[in-house]
């Protein structure tokens, strides 16, 4: 019996089966994934990966990023430190928060794999489109869990998965290595099972936040 990935529940069916990719949906807390047989390989991954042009000096990526870097400055403590998991081979938003005087630790899988960066904790912590890259969902959440400090502050950018009759058209979906797709609901399960406070304060923004015991 299929497990979901995000909250490891077991009311799993088939939801679609789009060009020999079978989708499956968790009625616990709503998230769209693939199967697990079907994920990409790591080679699959990176060289898809290596296509992404996310400069920092492209004004067109900058403003794309800009929803959320202003709201994250707008709360921020001065020089508060923080990474960004997951950041690819441009390092834009990082760039920018740096630039904001922020500190900002990079890490990536695949082009920044400096694992001991995953061992210390942080005023913040961003996912810039990464979370529907997640093989294992839950438990890199846990990881995140971890390492955000009492009263720190997990920013997200993903596409929200909204219109079931969409799907099979939808071009998020058609990125081979997006495996994963987050609904509200489904961050808000997320969001209890590790004692978060969500908010999205824009669109396709979830900002969650360590609550201080």
Not at 61 to 89: K, N, Q, T, V, W
Not at 144 to 150: E, S
Request: aromatic share 10%.
């Amino acid at each position: 019996m299929a497990t979901c990935p995000v909250c490891e529940g077991r009311a799993v069916r088939l939801f679609a089966s789009v060009g020999g990719r079978d989708y499956l949906r968790c009625a616990e807390c709503t998230a769209t994934f693939l199967q697990q047989e079907q994920l990409p390989t790591p080679e699959r991954e990176f060289a898809e990966y290596r296509l992404h042009q996310n400069r920092v000096d492209d004004p067109g990526y900058r403003a794309f990023l800009e929803p959320l870097a202003s709201r994250m400055l707008s709360r921020l403590a001065p020089g508060s430190s923080g990474i960004d998991y997951g950041c690819g081979s441009g390092h834009a938003l990082a760039t920018m928060l740096r630039q904001a005087g922020h500190h900002v630790t990079l890490y990536d899988p695949f082009f920044e794999p400096h694992r001991e960066a995953l061992d210390a904790r942080y005023d913040f912590i961003t996912c810039t489109e990464v979370v529907e890259h997640f093989h294992q969902p839950a438990r890199e959440f846990a990881r995140l869990a971890r390492m955000l400090k009492p009263g720190g502050l997990l920013a997200i950018q993903t596409r929200l998965q909204t219109d079931d009759t969409r799907f099979a058209r939808w071009n998020y979906r058609r990125d081979p290595t997006h495996v994963v797709f987050y609904r509200e609901e489904t961050f808000l399960t997320i969001a209890r099972r590790h004692d978060w406070i969500m908010e999205i304060p824009a669109r396709n923004l979830v900002f969650l936040t360590q609550e201080e015991k």
